[in-house]
Nanobody, 118 residues
Framework: QVQFVESGGGLVQPGGSLRLSCAVS????????MNWYRQTPGKQREWVAG???????DYGDSVKGRFTISRDNVKNMVYLQMNRVKPEDTAVYHC????????????WGQGTHVTVSS
C-alpha cells in the first residue's frame, strides 16, 4: 500500500529553520523521483523541490538556495531542510512521487503545516 506521511511542521520565526520529514511506504524512494509540494488556501499546489533516483536535485525559484531536499534509502524517507524561512513559505507541505502525479493516482497524504510568523 502506497503511503506518504509528512511530519515536522510547526510555527517558526522568519529567518529560522525547520526540517520536514516524509515516511514513504509502498515504493522505494531510492529509485523514484520524489518531490515536495506546498499549498495555501485558494492557490494551486506549488512544486518546491525534487530529487531523482540518481540523486539530482532541483528547486523552485522561490526556495533555491534556502531549502534542501534529501533522502534516506534505508529508512525510505525524504526530507526537506528549510533555512532562512520567510512568511511566504507558510503552507501545507506534501511529499509525493512524480510517477503518481503523472499517472493520476491519488495517494496524497495529509501534509504538514508550516507557519512562518513572528
Amino acid at each position: 500500500q502506497v503511503q506518504f506521511v509528512e511530519s515536522g511542521g510547526g510555527l517558526v520565526q522568519p529567518g529560522g529553520s525547520l526540517r520536514l520529514s516524509c515516511a514513504v511506504s509502498g515504493i522505494a524512494v531510492s529509485v523514484n523521483t520524489m518531490n515536495w509540494y506546498r499549498q495555501t488556501p485558494g492557490k494551486q499546489r506549488e512544486w518546491v523541490a525534487g530529487l531523482t533516483g540518481i540523486g539530482r536535485t532541483d528547486y523552485g525559484d522561490s526556495v533555491k538556495g534556502r531549502f534542501t531536499i534529501s533522502r534516506d534509502n534505508v529508512k525510505n524517507m525524504v526530507y526537506l531542510q528549510m533555512n532562512r524561512v520567510k512568511p511566504e513559505d507558510t503552507a501545507v507541505y506534501h511529499c509525493y512521487a512524480l510517477q503518481f502525479v503523472q499517472s493520476g493516482h491519488n495517494y496524497w497524504g495529509q501534509g504538514t503545516h508550516v507557519t512562518v510568523s513572528s
